[in-house]
């Protein structure tokens, strides 16, 4: 198969995980394992979290409304707390870099597609943008993953097809849709096995041979 571009996330697969820190912050204050997630899952598109990245809230907002939605489920957490927690998971993992690097020196697209909110500040996230041939985050396109549209606005974007396209997550309910969409896809769960698997689709290393 002849593919035209990757689609990254970044929290979870160029960017080390929230999934890993917000666990670290559940055991760190006693919070029963899974718990941010399932709040953020029963919450629904209403909940405070799917608000943020959606950019209908901002981060110091956000802070009350997710800790009122975590209360409501019976616990209680500090947002300002979690969300630094987040923050700090957020480093560039360099062999993703490189490999993105690899994927536009072979004249293939790569995108970003991530969830995220409107408050950063130039220094996190969004300081990777140079990298991709197109950016896209849910709290600017008022879409959030896992809605199907925001994969469908990533192929119109890219005027690629979805069978054409790989996307990489680390969430397994934001692959679905892709997947249905006719996307190959890759679950981040160890970066160098993803792009092991990366590199066998795509017929070539992603790393530079120096």
């Not at 969004?126 to 199907?148: Q, T």
């Amino acid at each position: 198969m002849g593919f035209r571009a990757v689609i990254f996330d970044l929290g979870g697969v160029v960017l080390g995980s929230p999934l890993h820190a917000i666990a670290h912050y559940e055991r760190e204050v006693g919070l029963p394992a899974g718990f941010v997630n399932r709040v953020v899952i029963e919450s629904g598109r209403d909940g405070a979290w799917s608000r943020l990245e959606r950019g209908e809230l901002t981060l110091p907002a956000f802070h009350p409304a997710f800790e009122a939605d975590c209360a409501a489920r019976g616990q209680a957490l500090s947002g300002v707390d979690l969300m630094e927690r987040v923050h700090e998971s957020a480093k560039p993992r360099p062999a993703m870099l490189e490999a993105v690097r690899c994927i536009r020196s072979h004249h293939l697209v790569a995108a970003a597609l991530t969830n995220n909110w409107l408050s950063d500040d130039g220094t996190g996230a969004s300081a990777l943008r140079p990298r991709f041939d197109h950016f896209l985050e849910s709290s600017r396109l008022g879409l959030r993953k896992p809605d199907p549209r925001i994969y469908r606005y990533a192929c119109e974007r890219m005027d690629v097809p979805a069978q054409d396209a790989i996307f990489l997550d680390d969430i397994g309910r934001n692959l679905k849709p892709a997947r249905e969409l006719g996307m190959t896809t890759i679950k981040v769960d160890e970066p160098g096995e993803a792009l092991a698997d990366l590199s066998e689709l795509l017929g070539f290393p992603l790393e530079s041979r120096s």
